[in-house]
């Protein structure tokens, strides 16, 4: 209350920032100090000898204070005046000048037994503050929250509170230490560093974090928070600085673990690869929860298949991954046997929850050597996939609670991507040999070429792709040459592919033209678009490898293809393609070129035609029909990788490689694994049929000229050797020309091929589709073509612009020696 003196309210250890006045026994100013004059504005002219009670707001309260002051209360809080006529709150505390007592007379009270007392008062305010930044200081160094260390100039301990390091090792009496009297050298010289430029600059150090070891107790350590600002006198002199020290080791080896969950998920999630987690999970987990890590897999993991213990309950682990470095002894002991001694590997009985049978859920496994280890099971869907092992020196204390619980979480989170790699793993094997079951053999030899293909399937991020190629053998000495690429990867874009290659063969069985028969492929594409997805039901609900593939997607975008004919009689190739790279062409001469092909739309858009390309070729040119994963980059410059096989190609002497050895140099710039597409590559070295080993003839419609033509046949025979084929050629011959003068009119082409086999074709300008038929015994006719299928090895129809085309095969007999 205003006038009322507080007891306590001493300022005397602010004196120096006071102001001071000097009142004599009757109560007048008999002294005033420059701190009073700033104080109030009046200068000491104007003051002695006024009656203190002058000063004061409300004169009405000196008869209290005097009073207050004979009680023996030396000190208060009043409201003065200042020359500005402004209240101004002070607090004051008295000094006798002699002993206490009131003298007689004067006006008002006597103050100090008639000898006067020395005033100090300061502003209430500053006073206040005073007071909380004592209050602040005691309370601070009772806290236990944060260390408190007042230091000298010199770094020397002036103060502490009693929890500044509460670790062992640290002396309970710090006054007059210096850090490195029980801290590491190392770790107080950091500190000190620190410290020291606070001193220089006065620029406060905000919670910079150091690692702080005791000599007494060097294992671990703590990681401490420290923020320290310097110390001055009003005179600027600087009297040491103030220190907080934070242990905040836990928070950050908290925050330590979860980086390292999130880490070693991301590392394990990123590949579909079972040793690329192993590898990945180990790297992952070295330095962050040990020296040394261990990953073993079951054996049938890799494999795609889901593991079984025997009936004794255990598994085969195989030690599939280790990161970091055993223990010394053990080091020692392995030689070049990698982690300590542990064997390749071992069968462990494991329980229900996963872990070793007989240990702890994450013990149990001396890892490296290392004294201090634990272990978790890889365990996804009950199944389990393997375990993981960490393992450190002594010198880093046991591993804590929250340690173990880490391990397990991530080896729960590497289980579920080993299982999801195992079933990857499990549909990729299958699509692969589903693939490969469905190429033909990479290497053929035919009267018109030699070929050899080159298949490198697409990498596990992916799956295996459609990429397809084929030879199918031809009437008259031809063959087809066929690549092709289903969009999509996986079991659908496989079994998409075997469909696309069976009808390829169906159609090419027809000796459609190549854009015919493309056409037809697109509407077989179209067809295979338009079918219903299927979609999970009761089928698979007790397999959930079934119901995950059926899960993902299984119906292709399309498909593009390239189809070309090479006949070795006229040398001539006709190629047609569905949005398929041009075929490049490598001549004798070592030029290389792509054929000027129309890509068409892909299969599966239809309502456009395809057109066809017919190019001469010259015995022993090299063509080459390919996948877009051959010329693919990742810029996605499709004109590189066209000059890149075109270099190839035209290199000095490729073209005298064996075709399989050239194959494989052309896709030896792609790597073995990683690739993002199917690369396809399929060669094929002409062959021409000479010449002289074909002879044709021109037949009219005349019954007559049946006999001339197959005269002349026999002659020719007989030129190249084939006598014994007279006969049955001349029969074949005869039926067929009469079936085509008969039934066809003229003219009638006759012509005959020397090719590995011997082949009859007749054409004739009529459409109409041969059928053989079993005559019954009353029929004169009708058993042309049931005796050309008897004499023949294989025979068949092809149509052209310009008719059909009858044609029989017949093996030449081997020559006598």
Not at 8 to 24: C, F, H, T
Not at 433 to 448: D, F, I, K, N, Y
Request: aromatic residues 4%.
């Amino acid at each position: 209350m205003n006038g009322l003196p507080d007891p306590g309210a001493g300022i005397l250890p602010y004196a120096e920032y006071s102001a001071g006045a000097l009142v004599d026994g009757r109560g007048r100013i008999a002294g005033w100090t420059p701190e009073a004059q700033a104080l109030l504005g009046r200068p000491a002219a104007d003051v002695v000898g006024v009656p203190a009670r002058a000063l004061l707001a409300d004169p009405a309260v000196w008869p209290a204070l005097a009073q207050a002051y004979a009680g023996g209360v030396r000190g208060g809080e009043t409201v003065l005046r200042s020359a500005r006529g402004e209240e101004l709150p002070v607090v004051f505390q008295t000094f006798d000048l002699a002993g206490d007592g009131a003298a007689a007379g004067g006006p008002g009270p006597a103050v100090g037994g008639g000898a006067g007392c020395f005033v100090l008062a300061a502003p209430a305010s500053l006073v206040t503050g005073w007071h909380q930044d004592r209050a602040f200081v005691r309370e601070l160094f009772l806290q236990d929250g944060v260390g408190l260390a007042v230091f000298d100039p010199a770094l020397r301990l002036l103060r502490t509170n009693t929890h500044l390091l509460p670790y062992t090792g640290v002396p309970s009496d710090l006054s007059g230490r210096r850090l490195g009297d029980f801290l590491w050298a190392q770790d107080a010289a950091a500190v000190e560093e620190k410290l020291h430029r606070v001193l220089a600059t006065g620029r406060p150090l905000i919670q910079a974090e150091e690692l702080l070891r005791t000599l007494d107790d060097p294992a671990g350590g703590v990681i401490i928070a420290i923020s320290a600002f310097r110390l001055q006198a009003p005179d600027g002199r600087v009297l040491g600085l103030t220190a907080l020290f934070t242990d905040v080791t836990e928070l950050r080896r908290s925050g330590a673990r979860l980086a390292l969950l999130h880490g070693a998920t991301a590392r394990v999630g990123g590949t579909l690869s079972v040793a690329e987690i192993g590898r990945e999970l180990a790297d992952a987990l070295v330095p962050g929860l040990g020296e040394l890590a261990l990953v073993e897999i079951a054996d049938a993991v890799p494999q795609g298949e889901e593991p079984v213990p025997d009936r004794d309950g255990r598994l085969p682990l195989r030690r599939t991954a280790v990161a970091g470095e055993p223990a010394t002894e053990a080091a020692e002991g392995a030689g070049a046997g990698g982690a300590g001694e542990a064997p390749d590997v071992v069968l462990v009985a494991l329980d229900e929850g996963g872990a070793e049978a007989g240990a702890g859920a994450a013990d149990g496994v001396v890892v490296g050597g290392h004294p201090v280890s634990m272990t978790a099971p890889l365990r996804a869907r009950g199944v389990p996939l393997g375990r993981v092992s960490v393992g450190r020196g002594a010198e880093h204390g046991p591993y804590e609670t929250a340690d173990r619980d880490l391990l397990r979480e991530i080896a729960d989170r590497a289980a579920l991507a080993l299982d999801n790699a195992r079933r990857f793993t499990r549909e990729h094997r299958a699509a692969v040999g589903l693939q490969r079951s469905m190429l033909p053999p990479t290497q053929t030899e035919t009267v018109a070429a030699a070929t050899a293909g080159v298949y490198l399937p697409a990498d596990t991020k992916t799956g295996v792709g459609g990429d397809w190629f084929d030879v199918i053998p031809l009437s008259s000495g031809r063959v087809a040459l066929v690549v092709g690429d289903v969009v999509g990867h996986g079991l659908a874009a496989t079994a998409t592919m075997g469909r696309l290659r069976t009808a390829v063969r169906t159609l090419a069985d027809l000796d459609l033209e190549p854009d015919e028969l493309l056409a037809h492929l697109d509407d077989l594409v179209t067809q295979l678009l338009a079918e219903p997805e299927e979609t999970a039901g009761e089928d698979t609900e007790g397999d959930p490898d079934d119901a995950w593939r059926i899960r993902h997607p299984s119906s292709p975008a399309g498909a593009t293809c390239a189809y070309a004919v090479y006949d070795p009689v006229s040398r001539r190739c006709t190629v047609a393609s569905a949005g398929h790279p041009p075929p490049a062409l490598a001549e004798p001469d070592g030029s290389v070129s792509f054929l000027q092909v129309d890509p068409g739309p892909p299969l599966g858009v239809g309502g456009l035609p395809f057109e066809a390309t017919e190019v001469e070729l010259a015995p022993g040119s090299v063509l080459a029909l390919y996948t877009d994963g051959l010329i693919e980059r990742l810029d996605g410059d499709l004109d590189a990788g066209m000059a890149d096989l075109a270099g190839c190609l035209s290199r000095p002497g490729a073209l005298d490689l064996p075709l399989r050895l050239l194959g494989r140099e052309i896709v030896a710039g792609r790597p073995a694994d990683g690739l993002d597409d199917d690369v396809t590559l399929l060669l094929a070295r002409t062959r021409a049929v000479a010449f002289e080993d074909t002879a044709s003839w021109r037949v009219e419609a005349d019954p007559a000229a049946v006999g001339p033509v197959r005269e002349a046949a026999a002659a020719r025979l007989r030129e190249w050797g084939l006598e014994e084929l007279v006969f049955t050629t001349e029969l074949v011959l005869s039926e067929l020309v009469t079936n085509a003068i008969r039934y066809a009119g003229g003219p009638v082409d006759v012509r005959l091929i020397r090719a590995g086999r011997l082949i009859c074709e007749v054409s004739d300008p009529s459409a109409t589709h041969p059928r053989m038929r079993r005559a019954r015994l009353t029929d004169e006719g009708g058993r042309g073509l049931f005796l050309v299928a008897q004499l023949t090895t294989r025979w068949g129809s092809r149509y052209s612009r310009s008719g059909k085309t009858i044609w029989g095969e017949q093996e030449i007999p081997p020559a006598r020696g």
